[in-house]
């Protein structure tokens, strides 16, 4: 069985940069080492003979062919109405 200890909560926790009260410290030991019972019983699960599983659907490269759409309207059309053009482009601030 996984049982976590405080430390290694608060180690997860400064890995995380958390600050956790003393309450989510015993309730995440909790559900923590509940999660690690979990993954033990996956692990234990007999898969001899079992191919992997890589798709389930079946589909293979599903993809559109590119179209190029045409709307009837011309890029100095569309930039006329901008309130700030930059080298016939768009000019908006900054963001970062």
Known sequence: ???????????????????????????FREELSSILEYVEVLNNADTQGLEPTYQITGLKNVTRADEIANYGYQPDELLKNAPALQDGQFKVRRVL
């Open 1 to 27: 069985m996984s049982k976590l200890s405080r430390d290694d909560v608060l180690k997860l926790a400064a890995l995380g940069r958390l600050k956790l009260t003393d309450e989510e410290i015993e309730r």
